[in-house]
């Protein structure tokens, strides 16, 4: 069982930047893809980001491609995901999610989710 903790949201102005982060409690953190969602009102859960166990293999929706970068630091089962130039259409509560499988987790059925963060982008 792995318990996921997302911290970091608040508010940020539109071109601002914020990190979010996500500790991860229980299993062999590098055993784990470990990904990004976000739900933004009225709509869906999406894909956002992922990387892999080594942290050197990543994939992003194309949403926030060149604006986002995610990383892992598996000496602190942490992951990271930091977020430049926001606009209000990222306004969403974003969730972090574990799976053994990068192919399950980017199909938005992981094992693992953590509870969300908020993050809102003022214009």
């Known amino acids: 069982q792995v318990q996921l903790a997302e911290s970091g949201g608040g508010v940020v102005q539109t071109g601002g930047s914020l990190t979010l982060s996500c500790s991860a409690v229980?299993?062999?953190?590098?055993?784990?893809?470990m990904g990004w969602f976000r739900q933004a009102p009225g709509k869906e859960r999406e894909f956002v980001a992922n990387?892999?166990?080594?942290?050197?293999?990543?994939y992003y929706a194309d949403s926030v491609e060149g604006r986002f970068i995610i990383s892992r630091d598996n000496d602190k089962n942490m992951v990271f995901l930091q977020m430049n130039n926001l606009e209000p259409e990222d306004t969403a509560v974003y969730y972090c999610?574990?799976?053994?499988?990068?192919?399950?987790?980017?199909?938005?059925?992981?094992?693992?989710w953590g509870r969300g963060t908020q993050v809102t982008v003022s214009s």
């Open positions: 999610a574990a799976d053994p499988s990068p192919r399950e987790l980017v199909r938005g059925v992981p094992d693992y």
């Open positions: 229980g299993g062999t953190f590098s055993d784990y893809t």
């Open positions: 990387v892999a166990w080594s942290g050197t293999a990543t």
